[in-house]
């Protein structure tokens, strides 16, 4: 993770996994200036749930993409925080992996999604099927002055723009893969990647091979077998002469 200072133009930080502590004491990770910030504000840390903004008892509210928390909230890479006069931008710690796909046909698994987080459209699910146009001259957000698509090959699902506004996970993009969990800015919309079906798929691709079995031959029978077998036949044999002769001297 990394926080990168939009407002003042600081160098990013690095903040590895957290817990980060931000405020005005110098013994914070991050130390914003100005009015509006306590000196022990309010931390960053990662859980189980993903990335957890929690406010400190007592302090002044933070805004998570113009959204007052007082408490606690869960963030994305991509996410903008404001503190007092001061804005963040929480990243990965690496930028999407760039793709060369140009002409490889699109698949229509119908596995992705895109989960609009801001705005009157929040909670809307844009199905991706074979391809998804969005913004300048398309059904979704035309008020943008450029257009992406995002479209669904076999395994990957690609973003495409003709602008490098966009970003991903709080990195400027215009040619990426995907992976579900991520968070696409388009000006003042912001969606999530939705894609169980990828998911799942990377999750296989992830486990080791099974191990091969290998078949025994089949093992002989024992060499006593046979003489076990006589041994009855004469049991029986002796057994049933027995009783014949007690039948015989008894009538």
């Known amino acids: 993770m990394r926080v990168v200072c939009v407002h003042p133009a600081r160098d990013p930080v690095s903040c590895g996994n957290g817990p980060v502590c931000i405020g005005s004491a110098p013994d914070n990770d991050i130390v914003p200036i100005g009015m509006g910030v306590d000196p022990h504000h309010a931390t960053i840390t990662a859980d189980a749930r ?9 302090c002044q509210r933070v805004y998570v993409n113009a959204r007052a928390v007082r408490e606690q909230a869960l963030l994305h890479h991509g996410d903008t925080v404001t503190l007092g006069a001061n804005k963040f931008l929480v990243t990965s710690d690496v930028a999407p992996p760039q793709t060369d796909r140009a002409d490889a046909k699109t698949t229509s698994a119908g596995q992705a999604v895109l989960r609009i987080v801001s705005g009157a459209a929040s909670g809307q699910a844009l199905a991706v099927g074979r391809d998804l146009r969005l913004g300048a001259g398309s059904r979704y957000f035309g008020e943008l ?4 698509r995002i479209a669904q090959y076999a395994e990957e699902l690609i973003f495409e723009s003709d602008s490098a506004a966009p970003r991903i996970n709080g990195w400027r993009c215009n040619r990426v893969r995907l992976s579900p ?10 969606l999530v990647v939705e894609a169980p079906g990828l998911q799942y798929a990377a999750h296989l691709a992830s486990l080791p091979p099974p191990p091969v079995a290998v078949a025994e ?3 002989a029978p024992p060499a006593s077998a046979p003489t076990e077998i006589w041994w009855l036949i004469a049991a029986a044999a002796l057994l049933a002469v027995i009783i014949a002769l007690f039948l015989y001297f008894r009538w």
Not at 50 to 58: D, K, S, T
């Open 145 to 148: 002055a450029y257009g992406c």
């Open 217 to 219: 031959a089949p093992s």
């Open 181 to 190: 969990g991520d968070q696409i800015v388009l000006g003042e919309h912001r």
């Open 50 to 58: 993903g990335l957890v903004l929690a406010v400190l008892r007592g």
